[in-house]
């Protein structure tokens, strides 16, 4: 498995009491869409952004309303924490769960895709510290992630025992810096080979997976899995280092949409009226 993609318990840890409860009740149960947030910094469960990165609201750069979400981190040879700029959503499901999520990008006109180091924009993360399966001193651990590799999207699968877990990474395209994607994943999460991930990159199918793992093991559906979108340079901390000279990565985000159908999910397309780069 790449380096870029492993997980270690390090991975922040915002208090999230609620998930003491025998049973955490997923956003999915919910009439849709289930969360809608049109580029703003409200309306989210809380921002992480580590070191020198930032998460702010911003009005120069935006997909379709009159705001959009920018993330930035920033190399420090002498930190050796991790780099997350991100807002999350708690609790957007359990094991059993299904459900769309979907949400437009656009990374800086400069972002150098010359190297092979991953740049995370979204992810499922649930804290499994009291898990029965845990067995490895593992606290938060991602099931899904998505990821900016040179100029390719990808997606992972993971799930089953948490400490002897399958993995499947899948490309679902090209994208192309300075240009607004929109992306949006259809899931069923299951810890079975009952799984199912369909990937949308701007308006086409892109990747349809069946019979796949993609959930840890919750018979209980105890643990709630928080969807996280921004920028996470992961390379950058389990690497160990930065390949190339572009020590700041920026990106923005917007029209995010979580559902139980397509169209809760989906950006639509970009409205030029609004547009102000």
Known sequence: MPRSQRESSAMYTPNLAALAALVVPSLLAAATPVFKNSGTTAGWDGTNHEHKGTVSQVQDVTYKTGSALKMVQIYDSSYSGRYHSEVYKKDVYTEGDEGYYGFAFRLDPNWDTSYGQSYNIAQFIGNLADHPDNTCGDGWIPSMMMWVEEDQLYIRRKGGDMCHSSLEKYRVGAIKPGVWHRVVLHAKWSSSKSGYYKV??????????????TAYRDGQKKYGFQFRAGLYANSWHDDGKIEGSQGTRQLWIDEIGIGNKYEDADPGEKQRRYRKE
């Open 200 to 213: 949308w990159l701007d308006g086409e199918a892109a990747l349809e997976r069946s019979n796949i793992v």
